[in-house]
């Protein structure tokens, strides 16, 4: 994980490292045609989970793990440690438990203001929810999404960059967890500043 310039190593040997989160108010150099992966600062694409079964989790790009970590001070493990497994069930504490990272602080933006995502985005990756449960979203194979789609946050997804297509539209660009063969591969572009699939109602 990064942040900062702090590097965490998920190898295990690192543990309680607290880290300092910038606030969004306090990045005043906002960009409005960016890409994380650009910066070598978004993990590749995994299968966590399918179209039809979602779980909310961490999502893990090198920067946004270091705001979303289990509330403040709980700390996190790692993948290596702790895999994800698609099925309800109980966690397991002991595991829980064996921190590889806490953090001091992160920061949940207002509600619906996009304005306030995209000085976040400028400055870390950001941790979305949106509703991917419509067809429409579930079968994007390209270009920037502004279909139909509900209310309900059912799918975490992390914004890494934004942009304007040649078309004049205004866009996130966002990293899903379906494996490579969805999307562009993982990813998807969707309307920016329009609310758009509620991506902007849970945004940290």
Known sequence: IHCNSHWIQDAGQFH???????????????????????????????????????????????????????????????????????MQGTCDTGKQKNKAATSTNYETLPATDEEAMLQAVTNQPVSVAIDGSGLAFQFFQGGVFNGDCGNSLTHPVTIVGCGTSEEGLNYWLVKSSWGETWGEKGYFWIERGVNKCCIAMKAS
């Open 16 to 86: 309680d490292v607290k880290i300092n989160i910038i606030l969004y108010e306090n990045f005043s150099n906002v960009l409005t045609n960016f890409d994380w992966r650009d910066q070598d600062e978004v993990t590749p694409i995994k299968n966590k989970v399918n179209v039809v079964s979602t779980q909310k989790h961490v999502t893990e790009t090198k920067v946004d793990g270091c705001f979303r970590i289990h509330y403040q001070n709980h700390g996190i493990t790692t993948e290596e440690r702790y895999t994800y497994q698609e």
